[in-house]
């Protein structure tokens, strides 16, 4: 059997796998960001919206989210692509967890940092921004590259809703062709390949970074 018919079909797969992840992050680090500082807003009205938010995506199933996005939106007039409801649903729901590294590493830096930025008469954004987020974001890294490897293995959900990704591709083969151990060994191989290169581009990331701790890819 030769293996190499099957390569095209899971690389154009692959492909549509790397793309939902890359938007995915895209998005879910934009919410990880805003909504971990918002979760340490002055303002108990934004904390608690904030709160909301993470108990709810942090809660619920993301296939069920998926699903939201895609089967039920649409009876309310909001009509999005299988790959935009794929990308929101899975940047909202990793979000969530990203929000909370964020939060975790503000409140990591010592208090000295922060009491350093009242002396220095710095304005509590200007503060945030110069003194005490660059030194959050290294403790951020490791886990947003746990999370990364992990949003590239969700992105398998994206072939309930007819997103031809990795999975989709693998599943569309073996309907067709047959091969069952032989096709998703490649898909295997294809997902590892992936996850061990952005791992790499993550620990790279982190080395950049004064005081990461490399190696938060898995």
């Known amino acids: 059997m030769n ?52 108990e709810i995506f942090r809660g ?14 649409p009876i309310f007039g909001i009509d999005l692509s299988p790959m935009a409801a794929g990308v929101i649903a899975l940047g909202l729901n990793f979000g969530s967890y990203g929000s909370e590294v964020v939060r975790a590493a503000v409140l990591n830096v010592p208090r000295g940092q922060h ?19 660059p030194q959050a974001l290294a403790a951020m890294l490791p886990p ?19 997103i031809g990704d990795l999975t989709f591709a693998g599943k569309s083969l073996v309907q067709s062709q047959g091969h069952v151990t032989a096709i998703y060994t490649l898909v295997l191989v294809f997902y590892f390949v992936m996850a061990l290169m952005l791992g790499r ?6 080395r950049r970074v004064p005081g990461a701790t ?3 890819g898995r």
């Open 3 to 54: 293996l190499t018919v099957f390569l095209p079909a899971l690389l154009k797969g692959a492909l549509v796998t790397l793309e939902a992840t890359l938007l995915s992050a895209a998005v879910a680090l934009v919410v990880s960001v805003v909504v971990g500082l918002v979760r340490l807003s002055r303002f108990r009205l934004l904390r608690g919206a904030a709160l909301v938010y993470v």
């Open 214 to 216: 490399a190696g938060g």
């Open 60 to 73: 619920t199933s993301a296939l069920v989210q998926l699903f939201y996005f895609f089967f039920v939106l």
């Open 144 to 162: 947003f590259g746990n999370l990364l490897i992990d949003l590239l293995k969700a992105t398998s959900l994206l072939s309930l809703i007819t």
């Open 115 to 133: 009491e350093a930025a009242v002396a220095l008469n710095y304005p509590p954004g200007l503060a945030m921004r110069r003194i005490i987020f």
């Open 201 to 206: 581009l993550m620990q790279a990331a982190e």
